[in-house]
């Protein structure tokens, strides 16, 4: 059993910065490939990244270039540093343990963490 919280989320201007982390809890972390995902609203749930156990990481190509995943086992923690914001951006962004590096998802989800990109 592992238990998400994400955190880090906020409204931001085109073009600026946000690092989102998630803080798992429960049991072995580190064999966990973490997985992020967003959601805005009226659309369907996508994969955005997905770092391994390994620290292979993997891109969605709407990202790339841009975000940033990675993971710090000591701390039990994925973050996901996010530059060069676009209003399109903007969604509801969910952690994942489990996510595989074609971006299917794992059994455990955090609550979700808003971000707003807007002038």
């Known amino acids: 059993q592992v238990q998400l919280v994400e955190s880090g989320g906020g409204l931001v201007q085109p073009g600026g910065s946000l690092r989102l982390s998630c803080a798992a809890s429960?049991?072995?972390?580190?064999?966990?490939?973490m997985g992020w995902y967003r959601q805005a609203p009226g659309k369907q749930r996508e994969w955005v990244t997905t770092?391994?156990?390994?620290?292979?990481?993997y891109y969605a190509t709407s990202v790339k270039g841009r975000f940033t995943v990675s993971r710090d086992n000591a701390k039990n923690t994925a973050y996901l540093q996010m530059n060069s914001l676009k209003p399109e951006d903007t969604a509801m962004y969910y952690c994942?343990?489990?996510?595989?590096?074609?971006?299917?998802?794992?059994?455990?989800w955090g609550q979700g963490t808003q971000v707003t990109v807007s002038s």
């Open positions: 770092i391994t156990s390994g620290l292979s990481t």
């Open positions: 994942n343990a489990g996510s595989s590096q074609s971006g299917d998802a794992g059994t455990y």
């Open positions: 429960g049991s072995r972390f580190s064999i966990y490939a």
